[in-house]
């Protein structure tokens, strides 16, 4: 969790969420969000309702909405259907 807190903060600046992406790191850090390692987003969305967010999953979340404030990536992460799993997670 420590290290995925470290990404969020390399993306609060435009310049390091800029080569984030670039490394394919927001692109791979959409699909663990999404659940496409581990059962699909239908399951991630269940898990969101069911359980308590683990530190990880926070962190992760942090880095995803930090990447999203810059106008290059926010049409990115807008589209990526994690939305609704945050949603789900804080209802």
């Not at 959409?30 to 990880?56: H, I, N, P, T």
């Not at 999953?57 to 945050?86: H, K, M, N, Y």
């Amino acid at each position: 969790a420590a290290v995925v807190g470290w990404c969020a903060r390399l993306c609060e600046g435009m310049r390091g969420a800029e080569a984030f992406a670039a490394s394919g790191g927001l692109e791979e850090f959409v699909e663990v969000a999404r659940g496409s390692r581990s059962g699909g987003l239908q399951k991630a969305l269940m898990q969101a309702l069911m359980m308590d967010l683990s530190d990880f999953q926070v962190a992760l979340f942090e880095t995803l909405a930090a990447a999203a404030r810059w106008p290059s990536l926010r049409g990115f992460v807008a589209g990526s259907a994690v939305d609704g799993i945050v949603t789900a997670a804080l209802l």
